[in-house]
């Protein structure tokens, strides 16, 4: 029988037991050495680890429980090209055309055309998409579509895709001995090195036990950053709790490259009232005729898109801001109630249920919507194998910028993304195995973090930062409002380092941290594209310049 790892008792500190291997405290704090080292639990996180797990040790870590990530609470689908009236080229086309300009083309078409097998293998480990009976009476996948699409090809499992994903996962990666799993475990920085021709290397990551309050320091051949994205740092988003940017901030303070981090996309249609807490009210109900109406039951997305309620999300995001202010009114709504009753109840159970628990019955009422920060297009820039500018350092997901997404991400693009390019990263990354990327990293200095931060002082600092970014760098954005964002943003830097410098670790400090660093590379990535283009919208620039911006946004610490 196979071993377990375990937790020893060492004169040295506490230390872990991997099959044979024993790694020693240090200082008192525990050191890990593995192969890859893979930060974050979704789709791209747990596709990458299971992958990896056939070439050697994995070490899998997750700031909250297995299960928790962005993909948990993917509810639209995939999107994937199944059918025989759907192609490559039209999938690569509608990926295009939303992406406005920005997109490159490459990456696009790996995605399309290798994206088909991966969502295969999916139902081969156990994934339970929705089904039909076509006209011939065989059974095929139930395929919605969404806005921007302009063929039948998203995947779903009723409308809970992405949790359903999530749980296949898991239960793969729990039955690998090769992938030792530390939930609540919170990454701090990463490890790097540089040569003396300046290449800088990944070796790992200093690592919080926020139930004991030790810090790890994972030694690793090759590092995954899957931390998923940034929605956090508004006062409105349809994210977890967890999406604060983390990776992003990490790499950015490692000296990785941050690319297009101003196109954030807002989600057009998240339920607006009192008790519900963003929660999101999927493309999906636009795609199976979901209409767009204002208080008095008019329709408007026609006079901003000639696909009207199918537009890309960014158009209507903004539509529906537009009305908002020309208004007044709180919402505008959505309208299922043409739909069969039953039709709604099977396709959508999840959003009926939610709505009818705040007592909208969405098979008779409208659906009060209104938009709220969704999914960031931008993130750490990769290659076509998701490798980071940093030796050893990939990243794959929301915290990526692959190319895939442009200006503004084609609905259920980002499921499929993780999927694909996870792949990729697991099969370029088996090249680093041979040799340790480093010496070996010297423990982390907790003794200098030892200074209770009041909770207190830390949620106002957080608060400040969503009004900042929700009042000035929202929907609709102007010079003004920008310069206001970045003055007051990087104020707040300052008090959060000097929070940083001294106070003890804890979750929140550090997130904290990461969401005031990641507002400042939005608002410094957004001040610094001078034009109109998919999510980025400014009324000071309100066309888009192809001659100076047709190219991405990207950042470095000097």
Not at 277 to 285: D, K, P, Y
Not at 339 to 367: A, M, V
Request: aromatic residues 6%; proline residues 3%.
């Amino acid at each position: 029988m196979t071993p377990q790892s375990e937790i020893i008792d060492h004169p040295g500190g506490r230390c872990h037991r991997h099959g044979s291997q024993i790694v020693l405290g240090v200082q008192g704090l525990m050191a890990i050495d593995v192969d890859y080292l893979v930060l974050g639990s979704g789709i791209a996180g747990l596709t990458y680890a299971l992958q990896v797990s056939k070439l050697g040790r994995v070490a899998l870590v997750t700031k909250k429980s297995d299960t928790e990530s962005n993909t948990n609470y993917a509810q639209g689908g995939i999107a994937s090209v199944m059918s025989s009236d759907d192609s490559y080229d039209l999938h690569v086309r509608d990926t295009l055309i939303a992406g406005a300009g920005l997109c490159k083309e490459e990456p696009v078409r790996i995605l399309v055309q290798e994206g088909p097998g991966f969502v295969r293998e999916l139902v081969e480990l156990g994934v339970r998409f929705s089904m039909e009976k076509n006209a011939q009476g065989e059974t095929t996948f139930a395929l919605g579509r969404e806005g921007g699409h302009s063929r039948r090809r998203i995947l779903h499992a009723a409308d809970l895709t992405g949790k359903e994903i999530e749980r296949a996962l898991i239960v793969q990666v729990k039955q690998q001995y090769n992938i030792r799993l530390f939930e609540h475990d919170f990454a701090v920085d990463l490890i790097t090195e540089r040569s003396e021709d300046g290449t800088l290397t990944c070796c790992g990551a200093y690592v919080l036990d926020t139930e004991t309050e030790d810090v790890t320091t994972f030694r690793a051949k090759v590092t995954m950053l899957a931390t998923g994205g940034c929605g956090q740092v508004y006062l409105h988003t349809t994210n977890p709790g967890i999406a604060t940017g983390d990776g992003v901030a990490m790499a950015y303070r490692a000296g990785a490259e941050i690319a297009n981090m101003e196109f954030i996309q807002f989600h057009p249609t998240t339920l607006c009232h009192p008790d519900a807490r963003s929660f999101l009210i999927s493309e999906a109900v636009r795609g199976e005729g979901g209409i767009l109406r204002l208080k008095d039951g008019s329709t408007f997305m026609e006079k901003y898109h000639e696909m009207g309620c199918l537009a890309p999300r960014d158009i209507v995001a903004r539509a529906i801001d537009a009305e908002l202010k020309r208004t007044g009114d709180e919402c505008v709504y959505l309208d299922i109630t043409h739909l069969d009753s039953e039709l709604i109840k099977t396709r959508f159970p999840h959003i009926y249920q939610t709505c009818l628990s705040y007592g909208i019955d969405i098979t008779k009422e409208w659906i009060p919507i209104v938009p709220a920060a969704h999914y960031s297009c931008g993130g750490v820039l990769t290659d076509i194998n998701a490798r980071s500018t940093i030796k050893r350092l990939y990243a794959c997901g929301e915290v990526a910028c692959t190319g895939v997404h442009g200006a503004n991400r084609l609905a259920s693009n980002s499921l499929l993304e993780a999927l694909v390019f996870g792949h990729r990263a697991a099969l370029d990354s088996a090249s680093f195995l041979d040799d340790w990327p480093c010496v070996s990293p010297p423990a982390y200095p907790v003794g200098s973090h030892v200074i209770d931060i009041d909770l207190d002082n830390i949620s106002t600092l957080t608060d400040k930062i969503r009004h900042i970014m929700w009042r000035y760098v929202g929907i609709v954005r102007t010079n003004e409002r920008l310069e206001k964002a970045q003055v007051e943003i990087e104020a707040i830097m300052r008090n959060v380092e000097e929070c940083f410098a001294t106070g003890r670790l804890t979750p929140e400090l550090l997130e904290l941290r990461n969401l005031s660093t990641v507002a400042d590379l939005i608002v410094r990535s957004a001040i610094s594209r001078k034009e109109s283009r998919g999510l980025h919208y400014n009324t000071d620039y309100p066309e888009t310049d192809d001659v100076n911006f047709k190219r991405d946004t990207v950042l470095r610490k000097a």
